[in-house]
């Protein structure tokens, strides 16, 4: 990754990872595809490479981050779906012609139309947000707790109770916030 731009932050599942390309929504947000390039890398590292990416790429990559974001959110909190976020997600999701392929070693894996089709990209990643906005994969919704992120991740743990989209970075900056809290409360305890 390159030091001039944040590191992506990355998960297990492709369409909340996307929407993890832009985090702290709730505070000062950090933009991780601010180019059509960062753009590429992001793909690349997600198993979707492309050679290349144009600005209004970009910007429909963008488009549909922010309405897998808004669906996911809705979905989370039990509220009706956004017939806007819906209409971007369904459009992506069959404009695309990539095609799932399996590995030797028994994985899948997306083979898209050409080397610079971005949209297949695109619609593989709207694929993915369809099948957990839509309940097909074992999981659920949910928003990451800390008031700066409020992120929409997809909770795999066994007890579907994780309140952190990721635990290396919200979780530990919220543990840190309530331990430095209790610590001024109570400056003569020892913890």
Known sequence: MSAEYPDFRLGTVLATSFTATLTERRGDAVERIPTAHRLVDWLAVSGLAVSSCTTAQLEQARELRE???????AAA????LPAPALRVINDCSTRGRAAA???PEGERRWRLSSPSAVQDALGVIAADAISIVAGERDGRLALCASPTCEAAFFDT????TRRWCDMNTCGNREK????????????GSAT
């Not at 743990?157 to 579907?160: A, D, E, I, K, W």
């Not at 840190?176 to 400056?187: D, G, I, L, T």
Request: glycine share 4%.
């Open 101 to 103: 392929v399996l590995t």
């Open 67 to 73: 309405s897998i974001h808004a669906a996911a959110t």
């Open 77 to 80: 909190l039990g509220e009706p």
């Open 157 to 160: 743990s066994r007890s579907r």
């Open 176 to 187: 840190k916030a309530r331990f430095h809290a209790a610590r001024r409360a109570n400056p």
